[in-house]
């Protein structure tokens, strides 16, 4: 009798422990091993007035990139007046966390100041002067953060959707060289740093080949580049994983790494099919476009479940190819999808829902990490 009492007190305790284990289980210990799990974070988080969003950020992940306070527009809003104060806290929260920490993003087209192109006549610089201003930018955010920032995103979106260049200023003015020469620039000013190029929409097969070639250009070059940021903006039904699949394989086959780098999952309707990530879109707010401000239907939030386990299982399966996924933003609350491109909406893109709890699909997750579905 007292053999049995004991065995039974046994058993609870075991199931008791195994229960805690399994609900402690975090992102990061799950996917330790397999590749950096990290997040983008905003200003609340960084000066840590947002405790609940920090908390889940040292919990759940090991990486970081700032959301915005690096952009151009940010750090050198005036020729040569650099303002550092919020990307400063952004590295010390990272290095006091034990984080891997990015940078983002050194040369894209937008959120950089106006003053950058033109001259005091409101004309276009030459290029001798846009390859300088981008030079001094370049070296002096980079060395700021030497040996602290682990990895840049160099250049971001330069490709359109056909594969096309995009006209931006850089490229107008200063032609396809752009991109070697940021970064040989940035590799001057940190040769330690790992170096992206970053895209949206790169499961687009044309894109996708646009970018193999300015990957191939940089390597012709001998220049240093690690790796390609896949963002990964995703709808419910765009892209297919096949074509996801089929850029991640292509990126590979460079000799670079793959990073998933803004990793999140609308659920809300898009005005004339609108995907991708062009920060200039935007559309009127209409109430039919805005079906779940009031809460998501179980329905809904399963399929979201599922897209995302989908992709999940994807980078798992190729975790040998990938170094990194970052998720765009930590809550609902904090996503830009709320906002674009039609601002003012309530969407659910995130794997923290707007109480700050983990949704099913953070333990879905780590369960596939673990290999135990
Ligand atoms: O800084 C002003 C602030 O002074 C003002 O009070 C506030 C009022 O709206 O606006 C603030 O600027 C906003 C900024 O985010 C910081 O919150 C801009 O209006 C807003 O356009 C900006 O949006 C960001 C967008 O990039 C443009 O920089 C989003 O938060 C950010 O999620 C988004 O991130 C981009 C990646 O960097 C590159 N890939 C696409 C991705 C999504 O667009």
Redesign the pocket.
């Known amino acids: 009798m007292r053999n049995s009492i004991i065995i039974v007190i046994c058993c609870i305790l075991l199931s008791a422990c195994t229960k805690t284990k399994s609900n402690e289980s975090t992102l990061k210990d799950a996917l330790n091993g397999k590749f950096l799990i990290g997040t983008a974070i905003n200003i609340p988080q960084t000066f840590g007035i947002d405790t609940l969003g920090v908390e889940i950020v040292k919990k759940q992940f090991n990486a970081i990139v700032p959301?915005?306070c690096m952009?151009s527009m940010f750090l050198q809003p005036e020729e040569g007046n650099f303002y550092f104060d919020e990307a400063d806290k952004y590295v010390a929260f990272g290095e006091t966390n034990n984080l891997w920490i990015t940078g983002?993003?050194l040369v894209w087209h937008?959120?950089a100041p106006a003053w950058f192109f033109i001259d005091e006549n409101g004309n276009d610089v030459s290029r001798e002067v846009l390859i300088e201003r981008m030079r001094n930018h370049i070296t002096t955010v980079v060395s700021r953060y030497k040996g602290r920032i682990k990895g840049w995103d160099v250049v971001?979106?330069a490709i359109m959707d056909d594969g096309s260049w995009r006209q931006s200023k850089f490229y107008q003015i200063i032609g396809e060289d752009f991109i070697p020469l940021a970064f040989q620039f940035a590799h001057e000013a940190d040769p330690d740093a790992e170096l992206y190029y970053n895209d949206?929409s790169t499961a687009i097969a044309a894109k996708c080949e646009g970018i193999v070639n300015v990957v191939k250009t940089i390597q012709e070059k001998s220049l240093r580049i690690d790796a390609v940021g896949m963002?990964g903006?995703l709808t419910m039904d765009f892209p297919a994983i096949e074509d996801f699949e089929k850029s991640l394989l292509a990126f590979s086959a460079l000799g670079v790494k793959v990073m998933i780098t803004?990793l999140d999952l609308t659920v809300l309707p898009s005005p004339n099919n609108f995907a991708g990530?062009d920060?200039s879109a935007n559309f009127d707010f209409k109430k039919e476009l805005n079906p779940y401000s009031d809460g998501l239907p179980e329905d809904i939030e399963l399929k979201q479940q599922n897209r995302y386990a989908d992709f999940f299982k994807l980078f798992l399966k190729y975790q040998d190819k990938i170094s990194r996924v970052t998720l765009?933003g930590v809550t609902d609350n904090d996503s830009?999808r709320n906002d674009?491109p039609i601002p003012g909406r309530t969407d659910y893109a995130l794997l923290f829902d707007r109480n700050s709890q983990p949704k099913p699909i953070v333990n879905e997750i780590i369960q596939l990490a673990k290999g135990k579905e």
Do not use: G
């Open positions: 959301e915005n952009k983002h993003c937008s959120q971001n979106e949206y963002q903006h803004e990530a920060v765009w830009w674009w």
